[in-house]
């Protein structure tokens, strides 16, 4: 296929593709949401994707990179709703410490990025890379603060601002529409920003991070917990390269990069660095449970619905009810390549975790100077 038929995710054509949008969060919601899709953008939705990472001309980093917005925003409209239906309202990992809940430890999480940014009560806060605002809703909650919330995706903005009028919000928060790459903020805007697993996405981390120095008032804090490849990770692995290439096709991200390249980018932005610590290979006390346990559940889980959809027979039959679903019609033709992906995704991500080539949480946090 060529470039010309990439279909390109617009405001429009995310206006067209969830028709009909399920605000509510039961065990039947996943199956109503798929249902209320236009069948026809949802599978060609679902074949630009998969041009970037099957044979086609797009299936090269070159191409992954210079079209990112493309990539990713394409990715986002069709991951969604798995990802809320599997994982909550924070699209991120957390260590748990033992006897905590997974949700207990996603909220603990935030809390230390948080703390760490320094954001207190009355702040005007910015969160790059929102997702649907649970990240945004629990500094509200914790800290009093304003949060802007930064999204590419129209899907998840909208969905955002559900959440935000189901938990009475909307005169603490706001949801903007914007490439983090080229944000839509006047200089010195934001007393504190921060980035929970979403920086990832950019073509160039010092892009991202440049952007976020330029809208924060001098003073302020930058911190964020970023994806990374560690210095464990051998580039001429093959094993170790089939695992990087398998998350950045999971999870929608054109290149990963190094530790070594998010800090010196982060110094190369202007931030004065005060932390530095890779959270994922830190086993302390607190933090004893690996991050990805919640991907890595065994067999079976009955902590819930979200526990079950993890597990290996939770996997199993979600593939299987996805199957059923797009056969009869109700799901959209290619609804089962989107449940593959993902996956690929939680497979490849235990399995670099393991050899500990892959940080879902390199925790870097800087001050931008106050003159």
Request: aromatic content about 10%; hydrophobic content about 35%; glycine content about 8%.
């Amino acid at each position: 296929m060529s470039t010309n038929a990439l279909l390109e995710p617009t405001t429009e054509l995310s206006k067209a593709l969830h028709q009909d949008v399920v605000e509510d969060q039961s065990a039947s919601s996943i199956v109503n949401r798929l249902k209320s899709k236009n069948k026809e953008l949802q599978t060609q939705s679902i074949n630009t994707y998969q041009q970037f990472w099957t044979e086609s001309e797009n299936n090269n980093e070159e191409s992954r990179t210079t079209m990112y917005k493309t990539l990713t925003n394409t990715y986002y409209n069709l991951a969604t709703d798995f990802y809320e239906y599997g994982w909550g309202e924070s699209f991120h990992f957390a260590r748990r410490s033992i006897g905590e809940t997974h949700r207990e430890s996603i909220r603990r999480h935030e809390h230390l990025l948080f703390s760490a940014a320094k954001i207190t009560s009355g702040m005007k806060v910015l969160d790059v890379g929102c997702g649907v605002g649970g990240p945004a809703r629990e500094c509200i909650r914790f800290t009093g603060a304003h949060v802007t919330g930064l999204n590419n995706n129209d899907y998840q903005i909208q969905r955002a601002n559900i959440y935000a009028a189901k938990y009475k919000q909307q005169d603490h928060s706001a949801f903007v529409k914007g490439d983090f790459m080229d944000m839509p903020f006047a200089d010195n805007t934001f007393d504190a920003v921060y980035a929970i697993e979403a920086t990832c996405h950019a073509p160039v981390l010092k892009g991202v991070y440049s952007q976020m120095y330029r809208v924060l008032k001098p003073g302020g804090y930058f911190a964020i917990y970023e994806w990374c490849l560690t210095d464990k990770f051998d580039q001429s692995s093959e094993l170790h390269r089939k695992l990087a290439l398998d998350i950045e096709h999971g999870d929608g991200i054109a290149k990963l990069f190094g530790t070594d390249v998010a800090l010196q980018a982060a110094k190369d932005a202007g931030f004065e660095i005060e932390i530095v610590s890779d959270i994922a290979h830190e086993t302390t006390i607190g933090n004893e449970i690996p991050w990805y346990s919640y991907l890595d559940v065994g067999m079976i889980d009955f902590s819930g619905l979200q526990g079950f959809a993890r597990s290996h027979i939770g996997r199993k039959f979600t593939s299987n009810a996805v199957k059923i679903l797009e056969k009869v019609g109700i799901a959209p033709e290619g609804t089962v390549k989107v449940q593959d992906v993902l996956t690929t995704a939680a497979d490849s991500l235990v399995a670099g975790a393991k050899i500990e080539i892959f940080t879902p949480m390199y925790l870097i946090v800087g001050r931008k100077p106050l003159n």
